[in-house]
């Protein structure tokens, strides 16, 4: 990464790899890496990792466009 600030461990991002591809996914911190989410596999499956070295940008994902999960909105 270009100027090496990295988001806070656990953080909810959507970050670029080298290949100019955007991923959302949890930065992990004990790791050095960007774990991209895929799907409901389960927490037994980690997604795609990502080294820190090989992620070309990163931003927060905003937590307002997210609903909470904990309200459960009934159709």
Same mark, same amino acid.
Do not use: C, H
């Given at each position: 990464?270009?100027?090496?600030?990295?988001?806070?461990?656990?953080?909810?991002?959507? @970050?670029?790899?080298?290949? =100019?591809?955007?991923?959302? =996914?949890?930065?992990?911190?004990?790791?050095?890496? @960007?774990?991209?989410? +895929?799907?409901?596999?389960?927490?037994?499956?980690?997604?795609? +990792?990502?080294?820190?070295?090989?992620?070309?940008?990163?931003?927060?994902?905003?937590?307002?466009?997210?609903?909470?999960?904990?309200?459960?909105?009934?159709?």
């Amino acid at each position: 990464m270009k100027d090496r600030k990295l988001p806070e461990d656990q953080s909810q991002v959507l @970050f670029t790899d080298m290949n =100019g591809v955007p991923r959302e =996914g949890t930065y992990k911190k004990a790791s050095k890496a @960007f774990v991209e989410a +895929i799907g409901d596999e389960g927490p037994e499956d980690t997604g795609n +990792i990502y080294p820190e070295e090989d992620i070309v940008s990163w931003e927060y994902l905003d937590k307002r466009d997210r609903p909470n999960p904990d309200i459960m909105v009934i159709l």
